[in-house]
C-alpha cells in the first residue's frame, strides 16, 4: 500500500506559479512510477505530467508543455509539479498518483491516488 498527500494548491493569478507536492508513504514508495493529474468541474480526470522512478524520463501533457515540470527528490519520497504562466484554464483539482509497475498517461495506468489539491487560476 502506498499513500500519497498532495500539498501547494490555491488561489493564484493568471500569469503566477505554484509547486505542488505530493509525498509519498508506505512500502517501497520511492520506486513507484508517479502522475499528476487533474480535474475541472463538469470534466473528465485529464494527464498532466509523469516521471519514472528514477527520475530519468518524464512525460509532459502538450495542454501544458513548457509551462509545467514534474520532479521528484527519492530521498524525501515527494514528487514535485511545477507550474508556471499559469492560465484559468488550468484551475482543476490536481491529484497525484502512483504506480509499480510503469509511468502512463492514462487513469487506469495508475494504482493509488491522493485525494487532491485544488487550484485555481484568476484571470
Known amino acids: 500500500q502506498v499513500q500519497l498527500v498532495e500539498s501547494g494548491g490555491g488561489l493564484v493569478q493568471a500569469g503566477g506559479s505554484l509547486r505542488l507536492s505530493c509525498a509519498a508513504s508506505g512500502r517501497s514508495s520511492s520506486s513507484y512510477a508517479m502522475g499528476w493529474f487533474r480535474q475541472a468541474p463538469g470534466k473528465e480526470r485529464e494527464f498532466v505530467a509523469g516521471?519514472?522512478?528514477?527520475?530519468?524520463?518524464?512525460l509532459t501533457a502538450d495542454s501544458v508543455k513548457g509551462r509545467f515540470t514534474i520532479s521528484r527528490d527519492n530521498a524525501k519520497n515527494t514528487v514535485y509539479l511545477q507550474m508556471n504562466s499559469l492560465k484559468p484554464e488550468d484551475t482543476a483539482v490536481y491529484y497525484c498518483?502512483?504506480?509499480?509497475?510503469?509511468?502512463?498517461?492514462?487513469?487506469?495506468?495508475?494504482?493509488?491516488w491522493g485525494q487532491g489539491t485544488q487550484v485555481t487560476v484568476s484571470s
Open positions: 498518483a502512483a504506480d509499480s509497475l510503469a509511468m502512463g498517461p492514462e487513469t487506469y495506468d495508475y494504482e493509488y
Open positions: 516521471i519514472t522512478w528514477s527520475g530519468g524520463s518524464t
